[in-house]
């Protein structure tokens, strides 16, 4: 059984720091996509960031150079450096991970986690 399991998160005043990380577990295919979502009330789900098991990454335009995406392929694991954070930046933040084979893709994602950033 699939389990990706997200820690990290919280609330922090504008223009500081949250890392979050999420571990890939339970699949016997090899992970090629890994990505940060993030949704606001009321609004939708958006990509943050993603890097691919080859260390490509893209940023969305409201985080460049404040948020960086890294990954453990070892561990399975993405990581999400925020720095610079802002009250738009509020939202949960979803992990989302493709484990992937030769005639197999399938995408999963995580709980979820509250980030929040008061001004």
């Known amino acids: 059984q699939v389990q990706l399991v997200e820690s990290g998160g919280g609330l922090v005043q504008a223009g500081g720091s949250l890392g979050l990380s999420c571990a890939a577990s339970?699949?016997?295919?090899?992970?090629?996509?890994m990505g940060w979502y993030r949704q606001a009330p009321g609004k939708q789900r958006d990509l943050v960031a993603s890097?691919?098991?080859?260390?490509?990454?893209n940023y969305a335009d409201s985080v460049k150079g404040r948020f960086t995406i890294s990954r453990d392929n070892a561990k399975n694991t993405v990581y999400l450096q925020m720095n610079s954070l802002k009250p738009e930046d509020t939202a949960v933040y979803y992990c989302?991970?493709?484990?992937?084979?030769?005639?197999?893709?399938?995408?999963?994602w995580g709980q979820g986690t509250q980030v929040t950033v008061s001004s």
């Open positions: 989302n991970v493709e484990f992937s084979g030769v005639y197999y893709r399938k995408t999963y």
């Open positions: 890097i691919t098991s080859g260390g490509n990454t």
């Open positions: 339970g699949s016997r295919f090899s992970i090629n996509f």
